[in-house]
Each structure stands twice: as structure tokens, then as C-alpha cells.
């Protein structure tokens, strides 16, 4: 839907227009607020609707928000399990917690690109992007946390020295420690990187597509968004989901001492 | 396309669903799903268990209907023997009763019969007499021919 509006700056800044997020601030210090809103909104959603369910908890038999909160844990909870084999607290709800929340951040792809921008600017907000994991610093700020928590339970579990005996150690033995070292480094902190790149290259390059396909005429919009839209169904769900399973398996291996 | 603050305000975001989720949301939800399945299997195994008292209950009934129609036939053979027994004894009380009353149906005639011959004598007795009498055209003396008399009757019988 490339109205008169962009027609002036073209196509491409009709793209850099919806790439653009509402900023505030000036350096390291500007805020993106469509970002922090909407995840936010999100992560209230998904907090509201299971506290429903959670408030409403029965052993008996379970109404249909139950039902639904339920086979959610459960589905989580063989995950953990699947993957992950030792007693944490904090693990399974954190896996709950990711799933959903980048589930429900990657769904906001799937409404029209127009749409929310639209009523947005009828707001009086210039730039709206709806998508927060097609900002770096949303997927980042999760992997940076999953990354804290490995860090942590590496050192909670194997001690300060046996993290630093498995960094310097393995997997060539103690001959080579400074290449070890260099391997091991590497391998953690591409796990972060990882996490937030796949995350973020999906969800960006889908949006993109979407609004290369707003950018064509009318009548082939439909033909295009609409099986793009039902393959991104797919895609938005199995990010969702290799952000969850990485994030057990990477703790349970933070959980393995050697 | 820049990391920025808004990082370090999605991470707060972040640890607080988690935190939330932890505290409020998984265990509630978790612990109603491990009673389910408690309830689940405890009801499974008293539904076993309840089967298996059905069988064992079956099993006995069984066994009391066949001790029942055990007694039950040795009464019927035991009322069969009885019953046989007062036949035989009825038929040899009829037995020995019909016997005793030919007995003394026996002696009755018997007797009957002395007794008729006795009048019979005593009537021949008295003919003879009255024939004597008239023979003689006198009187016996009954007293003075009692031996005679005694005699001729005795002959009689």
C-alpha cells in the first residue's frame, strides 16, 4: 500500500519509514518506545492470561483457559525435561516465559504492515514499528540475559575454578590452554550472539518481505502476503521455539559438570 | 538499527515476566497439573482394585453356590433315605398289624366255633335228655345221672 503520502520519498523510503522505530533520546541513551511498548503489551497479554488460568487452577476439570495454560506447560515442561537433567526452579518458567513472549512479539508480524503504523500516525506518532523482534536490542536483551544466567550457573555449579579448568582445559588438554581458551570464549559468546541474530534475522527479513509486498499493486498483494503469511505461521512459532530449546539446552550444559 | 537503552529496559522487562512467571504462574499451574495426575492414577488403581474385590467377590459367590447345592442335594438324598425308611417301617408295622389281626380274627373263630359246639352239646345234651325222657317215660334225676349225662356229652364233643 504504498500511498501518496511516501510517494514522494519512493519506495525506499516508504521501507526505511516502517524500519524506522519511534525513538526518544539522543546516543546510547535513545529509547525505542515502540519496542519497550509493545513487548511490554505482550508480555502483559501473556501475563494476564495465565494468571487467569493459574488463579482458576483446579485439579478437577478444567475450563478452557486452563486447558490451554495447561497443555502450554506441559509442552514446555517435556522440553525441559527432554533436555535438561537436573532440579532448577527457574528454568521450566523461564522457557515458558520465552516461548510466549517471542511467540506473541513474532505474531505482531502478521498483522497488516500498515495497519498499526496508520492508526499510529492518526495518533500523532511519526514512526511505529509493531514487531519488537525486529529490533536488536529486544532479541539481544534476551540472549544477554540467557547468556547472564549460563555464566551464572556455570560458576554456581562447577565453582569459579572448575568454570575456569573447563575454559582453559578443553577440549585439547592443558598444552594448549591460550588456544583453548580462545576456542572456548568464542564458542560461549556465540551462543548469545546466536540467539539474538537468528531471532532478529527471521522476523526482519519477513517483515521486509511483507512490505515489499505492500509495496505492488493491489491486485497482487493478496496472491503474495497471503501464502508468505501463512508460511510465517510456521516461522514465527519455530523461532519461538529454537529460542526456547536453545536457551534448556545451553543451561543444561551450563548445569554439566565434566 | 543501533543497540541502545532500550536494551537495558527490555532485559528489567524481561527478568520481571520471568520472575513473575516463576513465583505466580508456573507452580500454581504446575502443581494442579500433578494432583490431576494423582487423582488420575489413584482412581485408576481403585478402579483396579474394585475389579479385582469383583472377581474375588465372584469367586466366592461361586463357591457358596456350590456348597449350597452340595447340602442342598445331601438333604434331598438324606430326605429320599428317610422317606424310604418310613415306607419299609409303615409296610412292616401294616405287616405285623395284618398278622396280629388274622391272629385274632384266628382265635376269635376258634373260640366261636368252641362255643358253638359247646351249645351245640349242651343242646344235643338237652335233645337227648328229652328223647331219654321220653324213651324212658320217666324222669331222669339229673342229680342221680349227672354221670351219665356228663358221659354222653363228653362223647358229643
Known amino acids: 500500500?504504498?500511498?501518496?503520502?511516501?510517494?514522494?520519498?519512493?519506495?525506499?523510503?516508504?521501507?526505511?519509514?516502517?524500519?524506522?522505530?519511534?525513538?526518544?533520546?539522543?546516543?546510547?541513551?535513545?529509547?525505542?518506545?515502540?519496542?519497550?511498548?509493545?513487548?511490554?503489551?505482550?508480555?502483559?497479554?501473556?501475563?494476564?492470561f495465565f494468571k487467569t488460568a493459574a488463579e482458576k487452577a483446579t485439579s478437577g476439570v478444567p475450563g478452557l483457559v486452563q486447558s490451554f495454560a495447561e497443555m502450554m506447560i506441559e509442552f514446555v515442561d517435556q522440553q525441559v525435561k527432554d533436555s535438561f537433567h537436573g532440579h532448577s526452579k527457574l528454568i521450566a518458567p523461564l522457557a515458558l516465559t520465552i516461548f510466549c513472549w517471542v511467540f506473541?512479539?513474532?505474531?505482531?508480524?502478521?498483522?497488516?504492515?500498515?495497519?498499526?503504523?496508520?492508526?499510529?500516525?492518526?495518533?500523532?506518532?511519526?514512526?511505529?514499528?509493531v514487531v519488537p523482534s525486529t529490533d536488536l536490542n529486544a532479541t539481544f536483551a534476551m540472549s544477554i540475559s540467557v547468556f547472564a544466567l549460563i555464566i551464572f550457573y556455570s560458576i554456581k555449579i562447577k565453582g569459579p575454578w572448575g568454570f575456569a579448568k573447563e575454559l582453559m582445559f578443553q577440549p585439547f588438554g592443558p598444552w594448549l590452554l591460550p588456544f583453548n581458551l580462545l576456542l572456548k570464549l568464542v564458542e560461549e559468546i556465540a551462543k548469545p550472539i546466536s540467539l539474538a541474530l537468528r531471532l532478529f534475522g527471521n522476523l526482519y527479513a519477513g517483515e521486509l518481505i511483507f512490505i515489499l509486498i505492500a509495496l505492488l499493486p493491489w491486485y497482487l498483494q493478496?496472491?503474495?502476503?497471503?501464502?508468505?503469511?501463512?508460511?510465517?505461521?510456521?516461522?514465527?512459532?519455530?523461532?519461538?521455539?529454537?529460542?526456547?530449546v536453545l536457551t534448556i539446552v545451553y543451561l543444561s550444559m551450563a548445569h554439566e559438570d565434566h | 538499527m543501533s543497540i541502545n537503552a532500550t536494551l537495558i529496559g527490555q532485559m528489567i522487562t524481561f527478568a520481571l515476566l520471568v520472575w513473575f512467571t516463576m513465583k505466580y504462574i508456573w507452580p500454581p499451574l504446575f502443581d494442579s497439573l500433578e494432583e490431576r495426575r494423582k487423582k488420575i492414577a489413584d482412581g485408576l488403581a481403585a478402579a483396579e482394585k474394585g475389579q479385582e474385590n469383583m472377581h474375588l467377590a465372584e469367586k466366592k459367590a461361586k463357591n457358596?453356590?456350590?456348597?449350597?447345592?452340595?447340602?442342598?442335594?445331601?438333604?434331598?438324598?438324606?430326605?429320599?433315605?428317610?422317606?424310604?425308611?418310613?415306607?419299609?417301617?409303615?409296610?412292616?408295622?401294616?405287616?405285623?398289624?395284618?398278622?396280629?389281626?388274622?391272629?385274632?380274627?384266628?382265635?376269635?373263630?376258634?373260640?366261636?366255633?368252641?362255643?358253638?359246639?359247646?351249645?351245640?352239646?349242651?343242646?344235643?345234651?338237652?335233645?337227648?335228655?328229652?328223647?331219654?325222657?321220653?324213651?324212658l317215660g320217666a324222669e331222669i334225676d339229673k342229680a342221680k345221672h349227672r354221670d351219665i349225662i356228663n358221659k354222653v356229652s363228653n362223647q358229643l364233643g
Open chain 1, 1 to 48: 500500500m504504498a500511498t501518496e503520502a511516501h510517494a514522494a520519498e519512493g519506495a525506499t523510503g516508504y521501507i526505511i519509514h516502517h524500519l524506522t522505530p519511534l525513538h526518544f533520546g539522543e546516543g546510547f541513551w535513545t529509547l525505542h518506545l515502540d519496542t519497550l511498548f509493545f513487548s511490554a503489551a505482550l508480555g502483559g497479554l501473556f501475563i494476564w
Open chain 2, 64 to 135: 457358596v453356590i456350590k456348597e449350597a447345592k452340595e447340602q442342598s442335594s445331601e438333604i434331598v438324598n438324606q430326605a429320599q433315605k428317610r422317606a424310604n425308611e418310613l415306607i419299609e417301617e409303615s409296610k412292616d408295622l401294616g405287616k405285623k398289624e395284618g398278622e396280629r389281626m388274622i391272629l385274632a380274627a384266628k382265635a376269635q373263630i376258634e373260640q366261636e366255633i368252641h362255643q358253638a359246639r359247646e351249645s351245640l352239646r349242651q343242646e344235643v345234651a338237652a335233645l337227648a335228655f328229652s328223647a331219654a325222657e321220653q324213651i
Open chain 1, 104 to 129: 506473541l512479539w513474532n505474531f505482531m508480524d502478521l498483522f497488516p504492515v500498515d495497519i498499526l503504523p496508520l492508526i499510529g500516525s492518526l495518533m500523532g506518532l511519526e514512526y511505529l514499528r
Open chain 1, 222 to 244: 493478496p496472491v503474495l502476503s497471503f501464502p508468505w503469511a501463512i508460511f510465517h505461521i510456521l516461522i514465527i512459532t519455530l523461532q519461538a521455539f529454537i529460542f526456547m
